[in-house]
């Protein structure tokens, strides 16, 4: 099956984890790294990229 780079991207682009609660978040990377983003749900920093199937 042929993968639309649209829906990928959409899919998976700038979306990371909490390490703490597995809420998602849809955040810069660069903000992530420097530790600028916390989690919504718990108020965590630590976060993780989203697993491709």
Do not use: T
């Amino acid at each position: 099956m042929a993968k639309i780079l649209e829906a990928q991207n959409r899919l998976f682009k700038n979306i990371f984890v909490c390490k703490n609660c597995q809420s998602k978040i849809r955040a810069d990377p660069q903000k992530i790294l420097k530790g600028k983003v916390k989690c919504r749900k718990c108020r965590g920093k630590a976060f993780r990229p989203l697993k491709r199937k």
